[in-house]
Nanobody
């Protein structure tokens, strides 16, 4: 049974930083796409960043140059370093895993943006940024 366990959320002031972690348990596949999604009250869940088994990364335009996605050498934990946070970043952040890769022809395919494309989800961690 695959489990994803997030940690690292909290409350910070605008301009601050947080680092989220997503530990994976029970996944045995060699290929994957791991993504961070977020969902604010009254809004749809949106993809923030993704990284695949080859270490290729992609970011939403809204977080590009501020957030960094990475994974440890064992490829069992994915991190999301969030810098220069703004109140618009306030949301519940979810870690998600897909057994499919969404990279082809030198670019990420749009499929990585779709929540339904991910089979496994963490419980979510709250990030609150105050002005």
């Amino acid at each position: 049974q695959v489990q994803l366990v997030e940690s690292g959320g909290g409350s910070v002031q605008a301009g601050g930083s947080l680092r989220l972690s997503c530990a994976t348990f029970g996944y045995t596949g060699s290929d994957y796409c791991m993504a961070w999604f977020r969902q604010a009250p009254g809004k749809e869940r949106e993809a923030v960043a993704a990284i695949d088994s080859e270490g290729r990364m992609i970011y939403a335009d809204s977080v590009k140059a501020r957030f960094i996605i990475s994974q440890d050498s064992a490829k069992t934990t994915v991190f999301l370093e969030m810098n220069t946070l703004t109140p618009e970043d306030t949301a519940t952040y979810y870690c998600a895993a897909s057994e499919d890769a969404y990279y082809s022809g030198g670019t990420y395919l749009p499929g990585y943006l779709i929540p339904l494309a991910y089979k496994y989800w963490g419980q979510g961690t709250q990030v609150t940024v105050s002005a």
